[in-house]
């Protein structure tokens, strides 16, 4: 079992999903806890530098960014919902901030 740990921006995002996004979000993120990287596209798909997308479909397509790091942990960086065919440089580059971020404050 993965340890989640999530960014608390990430946490609203989630939050504030549409009600039948947020459930699909949800059990997604409860299954890659349990499997981990074991999980594979369709429902996780690399990025790069580490960076990972969980895909919940629907009407509305979501999008939340993730990375594995040391010990078993996930960091949750980034939750949005998904306009465009191909996911957005500045979503990418925001999820990857906030990594620095946490990594940063727990070595403080």
């Known amino acids: 079992m993965f340890t989640m740990i999530y ?15 947020r459930g699909k979000t949800m059990r ?3 299954t ?9 596209f369709p429902h ?16 509305n397509i979501s999008r939340t960014l993730f990375i594995f790091h040391r ?9 949005f919902i998904k306009k465009t065919e191909k ?6 580059d925001m999820a990857l901030q906030r990594f620095e971020e946490m990594i940063n404050a727990e070595e403080n």
């Open 7 to 21: 960014h608390p921006e990430a946490a609203d995002e989630i939050i504030a999903l549409p009600e039948a996004l």
């Open 28 to 30: 997604l993120l409860r």
């Open 32 to 40: 890659l806890s349990e499997q981990g990287n074991n999980l594979r």
């Open 44 to 59: 996780s798909r690399p990025l790069r530098q580490g960076l990972f997308e969980l895909r919940a479909p629907g009407t």
């Open 71 to 79: 010990h078993q942990r996930i960091y949750v960086l980034r939750c």
């Open 87 to 92: 996911t957005p440089a500045r979503e990418i």
